[in-house]
């Protein structure tokens, strides 16, 4: 699998990451209304694509030799 390939499906992995993130914290205020939610939607929906994306992101900069460690 080439490179730009794999950057694709890192880009999806996130963007997917990201909607059921913010879909899953939408739910989860409206179903409990007295719940007050300590962030906005779409920051629960970044962390969730961050932590989808970033490990496989450097495993993939240590494997093409970008990331020396």
């Known amino acids: 699998m080439s490179?730009?390939?794999l950057i694709v499906v890192l880009l999806v992995l996130l963007a997917l990451g990201?909607?059921?993130?913010?879909?899953?914290?939408?739910?989860?205020?409206t179903?409990?209304?007295n719940?007050?939610?300590?962030?906005?939607p779409h920051h629960y929906g970044m962390m969730?694509?961050?932590?989808?994306?970033?490990?496989?992101?450097?495993f993939?900069?240590?494997?093409?030799g970008c990331l020396l460690l």
């Open 3 to 5: 490179n730009l390939s």
């Open 35 to 40: 719940l007050r939610m300590h962030s906005r």
């Open 18 to 29: 990201y909607q059921f993130g913010t879909r899953r914290s939408r739910s989860v205020a």
């Open 48 to 58: 969730v694509g961050l932590w989808a994306v970033l490990p496989a992101f450097l």
């Open 60 to 64: 993939f900069c240590y494997g093409c």
């Open 31 to 33: 179903v409990n209304p």
